[in-house]
């Protein structure tokens, strides 16, 4: 069953204090660029290249044109390494997980830290929207170690071929039960799982999910808000 979280007044608290202007204008860059790059740059914005030399191209072109053109204070980071001790107390504490976030931007301007993490996944069919919602995907922020202890991150979803029919299919996905209890959605008592549009970034993300997260890796408020980007992705350009 999904889980109810704690009422709406100190699930949000965190926005009066989280640098959410800053965010807006660093998750805007970002979308922005990437349109750019793949009208501009098509061959080497293409569906046959892997994710994470996508986002690596990517990264690359946000962190030159971050200060000048997206008139930003802070700073960009591709596959920023993480991971898990099996005893952090220990004398020889060993890794046990290993993780790589794909681009997060980062910044301390006016002592307020911003720790924005992007998580980008491929979409052109229901194999993709299970890939999507999966372990490599919007679980890493539910019960994964991404974003630990902080309130909202996004998911950027590459999508191939048909737009509509493609982000259709996977809200459609998103709100059965089943995914709803295994990404442990929360509804915020409207019967709703989907807010759209985004309440964290209504001019740049498509919508939003809400999830609780076990207690170790979740903000004070116990639920992570979870804003969803999506651009194209060219299928076959020459």
């Keep these: 069953m999904s889980a109810k979280a704690v009422s709406p007044s100190s699930r949000d608290q965190w926005r009066t204090v989280f640098p ?91 002592n307020q830290r911003l720790e924005l993490i992007f998580e980008f996944k491929k979409l052109s069919s229901k194999n993709s929207w299970v890939q999507y919602k999966g372990q490599d995907g919007m679980r890493r922020f539910v019960d994964g170690t991404y974003a630990k202890g902080l309130p909202l991150a996004l998911m950027v979803g590459l999508v191939i071929g048909d737009y509509d029919s493609c982000l259709k299919g996977l809200k459609l996905s998103l709100q059965s039960k089943g995914s709803r209890d295994d990404l442990r959605m929360v509804d915020r008592d409207t019967g709703k799982y989907i807010f759209e549009p985004s309440t964290a970034f209504p001019s740049v993300a498509h919508f939003d999910t809400e999830h609780n997260r076990p207690a170790d890796r979740a903000p004070r408020h116990g639920t ?9 992705l060219p299928s076959d350009k020459t």
Excluded: C
């Design 20 to 110: 959410l202007n800053e965010a807006q204008r660093a998750a805007k860059f970002l979308r922005d660029t990437w349109e750019e790059l793949v009208t501009t740059k098509p061959q080497g914005f293409r569906a046959t290249l892997r994710e994470n030399k996508l986002t690596e191209k990517l990264y690359i072109y946000l962190a030159r044109t971050s200060t000048g053109k997206g008139r930003l204070t802070g700073f960009w980071i591709n596959e920023k390494p993480d991971g898990e001790l099996d005893d952090p107390h220990s004398t020889d504490p060993q890794i046990v997980k290993r993780i790589r976030k794909d681009i997060t931007y980062a910044s301390n301007l006016d």
């Design 224 to 232: 992570m808000l979870l804003s969803h980007i999506f651009v194209t």
